[in-house]
């Protein structure tokens, strides 16, 4: 709101304020919890921008909509189809894996709504003609459609084109190729995902001796980790935790135990529990969630144990009470709550930056 009233200040119009005040806010450590906030007031406003897009395309001509309706398809179509293999291209020039350059083209294959706020803008400003506002609004929504469309068969898309993109992982120079030289992959700790529940479970094998490979997709995580506990017999890696390659590199049949402790990757973890119950049926599965709903998937699909977390945070407070309760309403957790809090200031100094990742 700041921004927006400063921009208002200086003359620029609401529409820039609005940009430079979501800028700004995509650079905040918070912007996730303001995003769930403003949520409900961001879909509002959506519905309130197409219901005025409807009444700026209703006042053209009929002629003016149809003349453009070809040249928008025809456009839409092209920036649907060849942005896959463009992105290949520049994938295999950058030497990306095969799967990452086709996920890139088929994610980015739309036009976004923010071009057809330009366009509106260019409509009413006298900068765009009638037929170009019907083309860009066209290309938008259609690209829109065809995007979403394609998105729920991505997966087997991909699949119908692996073998012919296989030629790309072999000139790819992948970090997870450098972690297979500098760890041996059998009967090791597999954890995916950084994050308290991870560390505690890492430290508990390192501590016993066990060679503990902690993946994340985050580099600035694995950066930190690898300069903390890179002594240690713990390897933090940077992988794609979703990936099926990255399951079969790195040896997860031949693990320990593979434990996954992702925030948001329940389908990931059930294709992983799938997996493995098809390629290692004596390695124990183990997986996180908070759902109780979760865990009957995950356990249906072949995990050994579900991790699931507010299920055991009751039980452990229960425990916590027990303990607290034989004492003063003065001093009741008060100590509890005070090593709680060292602990955590003590996390935030040594992450900085990335303690809102962790």
Known sequence: ????????????????GAFFAGATLAALPYRHEIEDKVEPLKAFGVILFFIGLGFDISALKVEQIFGGLVDGIILAVMIVVLTIPLMIVLGYLSRLKGKQSFLMGAIINQSSEFSLMLAVLCLQYKLFDPHLFIVITIVVLVTFFLSSLGHQFMDQMYGALSKSLAFMDKRAPSSEEEGGDEFEMENHVVLMEYNELSTEIADFYSERGQKVLLLDLDPDITEYFESQHGHSNIHA???NMQDPDVWEHMEFHKAKVVISCMDAGQEAELAMARWLKKHAPEVPFLAATSSHEESLELYDAGARYVIQTE???ARGFREILDGEMGKSDKDAFRDLGQTHREETKKLQEGLGEIFAKA
Do not use: K, N, Q, R
Request: aromatic letters at 14%.
């Open 237 to 239: 890696h940077y992988a």
């Open 311 to 313: 299920f055991l945070a």
């Open 1 to 16: 709101m700041g921004v927006a009233g400063l921009c208002e200040v200086v003359h620029f119009s609401s529409g820039i």
